[in-house]
């Protein structure tokens, strides 16, 4: 199995609730959901440009974060993991996504220990280990990482300490095959740190100016990255310059950030194996 392969992208509408959410962003204005909803639309565009066929999910009101659907599994290959958020408003999200990776025929397993919690923000699968981000939010705990490592017994996994309210992977992502993309935050740095210490195998660093253009997507050999006015000139120069090689999508996220959404957290990559039965959208 070839890492970042997909042929399959999941992703939730936006339900009407969204608009509820506390803003992430001390100096933002509250969410406009209608610029929301077209972006999330751009979104799915942008992912059908990666080879990948995308099966919508539809919008629950009773869970405005639910278009985070990638905080509920992990999926590398054909075996999938349904993640245990700490927020317990959250944990009603997972049903739909568990029967959509069971309809899809991959290995789906539980987290058996009741003290075990993982968000799929946490969970960084760089390919060929994995790290969990643990903090004393209890976002992710240890616990979580080690049912982490009872799934995949074949990867490393390594947990990560984390400082403050923040998620893993809106720190560090994959650019490319061995490739990491990095923000510049001391939070960030103090997390690189501590990768490069504990990996097992040896990474590419791209250092970015700021966390928000670290946040990106590597799909069947094409990356998605936010645009040139939302990262900074100086962070988009780098990407185009030191990943010229690989081809390009970019797109607006700014008002899903504003509820605490990412590139990363808006959608769950799934490669579904062979003679598996089709699934369709839940949606007309």
């Known amino acids: ?5 997909y042929n399959y992208a999941i992703v939730s509408r936006i339900p009407d609730s969204f608009q509820d959410i506390q803003v992430q962003q001390a100096d ?7 610029k929301a909803r077209e972006e999330h639309q751009e979104f799915i565009k942008t992912l059908k440009k990666c080879d990948v066929r995308v099966i919508e999910l539809a919008s629950d009101e009773a869970y ?5 659907l990638e905080d509920c599994a992990l999926a590398i290959g054909g075996v999938a993991l349904i993640l245990r958020p700490f927020s317990k408003t959250r944990h009603g999200e997972v049903a739909g996504v568990r029967k959509l990776l069971q309809d899809l025929n991959l290995h789906v397993f539980e987290i058996k220990d009741p003290d075990a919690f993982v968000n799929g923000g946490d969970v960084f699968f760089t390919g060929k ?8 939010d209890e976002r992710s705990n240890e616990r979580g990482a080690n049912a982490v490592a009872n799934v995949f017994p074949e990867y490393h996994v390594t947990p990560i300490k984390m400082r403050g309210d923040v998620r893993l992977k809106s720190l560090v992502c994959m650019a490319g095959r061995d490739i990491i993309a990095c923000g510049s ?3 960030a740095l103090n997390v690189l740190n501590q990768i490069r210490t504990t990996a097992h195998y040896s990474y590419k660093i791209l250092k970015l100016d700021n966390d928000r253009a670290a946040n990106m997507l590597y799909v069947n050999g094409r990356l998605i990255h936010r645009t040139r006015t939302e990262i900074g000139e100086k962070c988009y120069s780098e990407i185009q310059d030191k990943l ?3 081809p390009h999508h970019e797109i607006s996220f700014g008002e899903m950030s504003k509820a605490g959404g990412s590139l990363i957290n808006s959608v769950l990559l799934v490669l579904k194996m062979k003679h598996h039965k089709s699934v369709v959208s839940t949606l007309p």
């Not at 933002?28 to 209608?34: C, N, P, V, Y």
């Not at 405005?64 to 985070?68: G, H």
């Open 185 to 187: 935050s001391p939070t």
């Open 1 to 5: 199995m070839a890492a970042f392969h």
């Open 28 to 34: 933002a204005d509250l969410i406009d959901i209608e």
């Open 129 to 136: 280990e994995i790290f969990v981000g643990v903090g004393p």
């Open 64 to 68: 405005p974060e639910c278009a985070f």
């Open 244 to 246: 010229d090689q690989v």
